[in-house]
C-alpha cells in the first residue's frame, strides 16, 4: 500500500445562494437556498514513500482542499485518505506526527512569541528529544538562515523571513509526509532559490513531498511526477519529464549572424524548423523539435550560411504544457487513466500515454 | 503531557505580554463586584426578612461571584473563536494534542494571574471591611473543593460557546448570550434563593449554579454537611457531562469545518 492514499475523495462545500440586494437578502431568510460547490471530485491519488510529486491547477481548481483532506483537517464528503493505512480523520493524533503541513497562506508560528520560542513549543507537542533537535534546528539554519530569526517575535517577522520560518515549524518533528501548500507565494528571488534548494534537500532525504504552486519553477528540477487538477478532478497524472517530451518538442535558437541571412536557406537545411526574424535584421528565431533537429545541427545550419557571432537557446518549459491545460487548448487524455486505473504508474516508466486532441 | 505543559507556559507568558488588555478586561469585572456591594448594601438595609443575607454573608458571596468572573481568561473564547472563524484552526487540527485538552491548558496556564487578582481584591476587600467568618473543617475543604471545580466548569461553558463559532461568524452574540444567562442562573448577579422558587430551582440544579452559588453559599455558611456536600457532588457531576458533551459536540463540529483559500 502507497504512504499517502485517496480514494474516490470528494468534497463538496454548500453556500448560502444569497440573491444580491436587500431584497435578496430578506428572499434568502424566508427561503434558504444553497449552491452546492464540488471542490475536490472523486480523486484517487497514491503517493509512494520518498515521491516527490507536483500537484498543480489553476485557481479554484481544489488544490488545497485536497490538501486539507489529506492532512484531515477537512473532513471528506465521500470516498476516503489513508496515510500510512490510518484515516487521518480519525486517527488525528497518531497521524499528526507523521505529517507536516506548510500553509502558505497561514502561519503556524506564534503571534506574540520569539521564532525560538514557537519552535521549541513544536518540540514539546511533538515529543522531539533535545538531541534531534538541535541537529534539525542546525540544519534548518544552514539552508534557511534561521538564526537571524530566532529572537524575532512572529508578528515582526517580513513575509520571506515568516515563511523560512514556517518552513522550520512544518518540519520540525521530522515528518515522512510533507504537504506544501505554496510555500514560496511571495517570495522574493533569493529566498525562493534557498527554498528550492532546501525542497531538494527533504527529498533526497526521502521525505515524501506534495507540493502545491502555482510558481511552475517550483516543480522543475524537484518533482518527478505531475498531477494536475483542474475543476475538482485530475487531469493528469504522470511523469513531468514525460510530458515536456511529449508537449514541450520545441526549442527556439536564437541567432545573431554577421551577414544578412534568407530564412528560406536555414528553411532548406533544416526541414521542420521554423525560422522568424529577431529582434533586429541581424537575428533569426528558429523553433525546431529537439528530437529532429539538435541543437548543434541548428547552429550547424546556420554557421553554413552566414558568420555566427552569438547565439541562445530557449529551453523548453513545463509552464507552457500546463498553460495550455488551463486555457483548454489542450486536453492530456491521462483523464481516463485516472479514471480507471486506480493504480497509478509509480514506479516511473514514464510513459503517460498523453494525446493531444488539439481544438 | 510534555505538549500541553508548553501550551499552558504560553499563556503564562501571555498573561504578562498582555497585562494591560488584562487589566481592562478585570476591570469590567472589578467594576461590577463594587456596583453590587452598593447596591446589596442599600437593599439589605432596608430589608427585614428572615431568610435574606446577612451584609458579611453578602459581601462573602459577592467576593466568590468576583473570582468566578475573574478565572478562566476573557481571551480564551476570543482566540479560540477568532482561529476557527478564521481557519486558524486547520493549523491546530493537525497538531498531535487533543483540541479540548489543549484549550484547557491554556486556560490553566493563564490562571495565576487571575488568582493571584483574586487575592489581591479579596485582601483589600477584609482590610476595608473586616475579616469574613470561615467556614470550618469539612466545610473549608468542600469550599476548597469548589472553588477549583470552578476552573474547569467556566472553562467548559466559556469552550461550549466558543464552539458555536463552528456555525455562527457572530460571536459577540453568542458570548453576551452567555454572560447573561451565566449572571442569571448562576446566582452572581442576585443570590438564587432571591430568585422565584421555580425558576431557582432550575438554576440550582444547571450547570451555572457551580459558578457561583454553590462556593458561595458554602462559604457563608448558609449550605453545611450534606447538603454542602451534596452540591459540590453536582457541580462535580455538570463537569464530567459537560467535558464528555464537549468532545461529542467538537466531533460534529469539526466534521463541517470550512476552510476557504490557502
Known amino acids: ?359 | 503531557m510534555r505538549g500541553y505543559r508548553a501550551l499552558a507556559r504560553i499563556s503564562a507568558k501571555n498573561a504578562l505580554t498582555y497585562r494591560l488588555e488584562f487589566a481592562f478586561a478585570l476591570f469590567g469585572v472589578l467594576f461590577q463586584f463594587v456596583a453590587l456591594l452598593a447596591v446589596w448594601r442599600v437593599l439589605l438595609a432596608d430589608s427585614t426578612t428572615g431568610t435574606g443575607f446577612t451584609w458579611p454573608q453578602m459581601r462573602g458571596y459577592l467576593l466568590v461571584a468576583f473570582a468566578s468572573g475573574a478565572v478562566v481568561g476573557l481571551f480564551a473564547d476570543f482566540r479560540m473563536s477568532f482561529r476557527i472563524r478564521s481557519g486558524l484552526v486547520a493549523l491546530d487540527l493537525i497538531k498531535p494534542v487533543r483540541y479540548q485538552e489543549a484549550r484547557f491548558a491554556e486556560v490553566l496556564g493563564g490562571v495565576w494571574i487571575e488568582v493571584l487578582v483574586v487575592l489581591l481584591v479579596g485582601g483589600v476587600t477584609v482590610l476595608v471591611a473586616g475579616a469574613p467568618t470561615w467556614p470550618g473543617g469539612a466545610e473549608l475543604a468542600l469550599f476548597t473543593a469548589s472553588m477549583v471545580l470552578l476552573i474547569p466548569l467556566k472553562f467548559l461553558v466559556v469552550y461550549l460557546c466558543g464552539l458555536a463559532s463552528f456555525w455562527t461568524q457572530n460571536y459577540v452574540g453568542v458570548q453576551w448570550a452567555r454572560i447573561a444567562i451565566v449572571n442569571l442562573f448562576s446566582g452572581a448577579l442576585v443570590p438564587l434563593a432571591y430568585l422565584p422558587g421555580w425558576l431557582a430551582s432550575v438554576a440550582a440544579w444547571s450547570p451555572f449554579a457551580g459558578m457561583t452559588s454553590t462556593p458561595g453559599l458554602i462559604l457563608i455558611g448558609r449550605a453545611t454537611g450534606a447538603q454542602a456536600a451534596f452540591l459540590v457532588a453536582v457541580q462535580l457531576g455538570w463537569v464530567v457531562v459537560l467535558w464528555f458533551g464537549a468532545k461529542l459536540l467538537w466531533r460534529t463540529a469539526v466534521r463541517q469545518l470550512t476552510v476557504n483559500g490557502g
Not at chain 1, 534568407?262 to 532548406?268: E, G, L
Not at chain 1, 528558429?286 to 547552429?299: E, L, M
Open chain 1, 1 to 359: 500500500m502507497a504512504l499517502v492514499e485517496a480514494r474516490q475523495l470528494t468534497k463538496v462545500f454548500r453556500r448560502p445562494d444569497k440573491p444580491p440586494g436587500l431584497a435578496g437578502a430578506l428572499r434568502h431568510l424566508a427561503t434558504r437556498r444553497y449552491v452546492e460547490k464540488v471542490a475536490v471530485d472523486h480523486v484517487d491519488l497514491s503517493i509512494e514513500a520518498g515521491e516527490a510529486v507536483a500537484y498543480v491547477g489553476p485557481n479554484g481548481a481544489g488544490k488545497s482542499t485536497t490538501v486539507k483532506l489529506l492532512s484531515g483537517i477537512l473532513q471528506p464528503t465521500s470516498g476516503e485518505v489513508r496515510i500510512g493505512g490510518l484515516v487521518p480523520q480519525d486517527d488525528r493524533m497518531a497521524v499528526a506526527h507523521r505529517i507536516g503541513v506548510l500553509f502558505g497562506q497561514r502561519t503556524q508560528l506564534w503571534w506574540d512569541l520569539p521564532v525560538a520560542d514557537s519552535l521549541a513549543v513544536l518540540r514539546d507537542l511533538y515529543g522531539v528529544d533535545e538531541g534531534t533537535y538541535r541537529k534539525r534546528l542546525k540544519r534548518f539554519d544552514e539552508v534557511l538562515g534561521l538564526d537571524d530569526l530566532m529572537a524575532v517575535t512572529g508578528r515582526k517577522l517580513s513575509l520571506g523571513q515568516r515563511m523560512r520560518a514556517d518552513l522550520a515549524a512544518a518540519l520540525v518533528h521530522g515528518p515522512e509526509v510533507v504537504y506544501l501548500d505554496e510555500p514560496t507565494i511571495g517570495l522574493d528571488l533569493s529566498v525562493k532559490d534557498r527554498v528550492r534548494e532546501f525542497f531538494r534537500e527533504l527529498r533526497d532525504e526521502g521525505t515524501t513531498v506534495m507540493l502545491t504552486s502555482h510558481d511552475l519553477a517550483d516543480i522543475e528540477g524537484f518533482c518527478r511526477r505531475l498531477v494536475i487538477i483542474d475543476e475538482g478532478r485530475i487531469v493528469f497524472d504522470g511523469d513531468l519529464e514525460a510530458v515536456k517530451d511529449e508537449f514541450a518538442r520545441d526549442r527556439i535558437l536564437h541567432v545573431h549572424t554577421e551577414t544578412r541571412v534568407d530564412p528560406d536557406r536555414v528553411r532548406a537545411v533544416l526541414p521542420g524548423a521554423v525560422v522568424a526574424a529577431g529582434e533586429s535584421p541581424l537575428w533569426h528565431s528558429i523553433r525546431f523539435d529537439r528530437f529532429a533537429i539538435t541543437a548543434g545541427q541548428a547552429v550547424a545550419a546556420v554557421t553554413g550560411i552566414a558568420a555566427v557571432v552569438d547565439f541562445r537557446i530557449d529551453e523548453p518549459g513545463i509552464e507552457d504544457v500546463i498553460r495550455r491545460v488551463y486555457s483548454g487548448e489542450l486536453r492530456l487524455a491521462a483523464e481516463t487513466d485516472a479514471e480507471t486505473d486506480s493504480e497509478p504508474d509509480v514506479e516511473g516508466s514514464g510513459e503517460p500515454d498523453a494525446v493531444v486532441t488539439a481544438p
